[in-house]
């Protein structure tokens, strides 16, 4: 019996997760993948249609606006936050005396959830209480700066408030693969005499290239999933200028009551991070086999 105990009681803790993995996760995939191939709208049909829900959303101009802000969200968020976290990583790789005050300041805005970020930023950025009004303040009455309400730059104030959640991580990740370059091959060089310049470009910073791979990752991850920062910075507004995919699913589900067009949103976001995370999975994989 105590045998018999050693070798399953790992399988029966595991089986209760097993399980709700199973029915609330991958359950939930399968009923969404068909509610999207249905006519529902305020409640689900279960009758298939077809790809009616997929026609009605590739015409719907709100679905067009928030594919297109998540291609400029998205490029400008992962870019920035990987050139600003990559700059930061090498200030600090330079072993100065305030490096771990420094890290700690720039990793500090990754213990805030995205909700904080975005009513800090939304503060921040109001044209009566933030920037523009102190600038104002200051004497310089000309000074605008009314991104957060102006439907042509609204979406860059959303990639502010994502760079500056990011770019600490991001930093954290490059740090440590530069942590874990091999001092001797930098020091070899620097006997050589190549500059400081020349090393990171040609030597340090190619090494990395898993770490930016993996950033990158995290980072596309994030901003296609981005919902909560949208949400508190600017409600999807002015109008949906910024509406992302998240955000038109939740409002097709919970303010339009039409669950197909939410099914139907979802299941292109998720292929889209699976376009993404499954050649990195099998490139990860096929080199582990190698």
């Known amino acids: ?88 990583a090498i200030l600090l790789d330079q072993k100065i005396r305030t490096e771990g005050v420094l890290r700690t300041i720039y990793l500090y805005p990754m213990a805030l959830s995205l909700i904080v970020t975005g009513t800090a930023w939304k503060w921040i950025m109001n044209p009566g209480l933030g920037i523009e009004a102190m600038v104002r303040g200051w004497g310089f009455e000309s000074f605008t700066f009314d991104w957060v309400i102006n439907p042509d730059k609204a979406i860059y104030a959303v990639v502010i408030a994502g760079v500056w959640q990011a770019s600490g991580f991001v930093m954290a990740l490059f740090l440590a693969g530069l942590r874990g370059v091999d001092g001797e091959i930098i020091k070899a060089a620097q006997v050589d005499g190549i500059p400081a310049w020349r090393i990171y470009t040609a030597i340090i910073i190619p090494s990395m290239a898993p770490i930016f791979l993996s950033a990158f990752i995290v980072l596309a991850h994030l901003a296609i999933k981005s919902f909560d920062l949208v949400i508190a910075l600017t409600g999807g507004g002015p109008g949906y200028a910024t509406d992302l995919p998240a955000t038109y699913m939740y409002t097709m589900a919970f303010s339009r009551g039409d669950i197909g067009q939410a099914a139907s949103s979802a299941m292109v976001m998720m292929g889209v991070v699976f376009a993404i995370i499954v050649p990195y999975l099998y490139s990860e994989l096929r080199a582990k086999h190698d």
Request: hydrophobic letters at 55%; a positive charge; zero cysteines.
């Open 1 to 88: 019996m105590t045998g018999w105990l050693e070798r399953h009681i790992p399988k029966m803790v595991l089986a209760p997760s097993f399980a709700a993995v199973l029915v609330f996760v991958y359950g939930f995939i399968i009923w969404t993948a068909w509610v999207s191939l249905t006519r529902s709208r305020l409640l689900p049909k279960y009758e298939i249609e077809g790809f009616i829900q997929y026609e009605r959303l590739f015409n719907a101009p709100r679905w067009d606006t928030a594919m297109s802000n998540l291609f400029v969200f998205g490029t400008l968020f992962i870019v920035i936050s990987m050139v600003l976290g990559l700059m930061l």
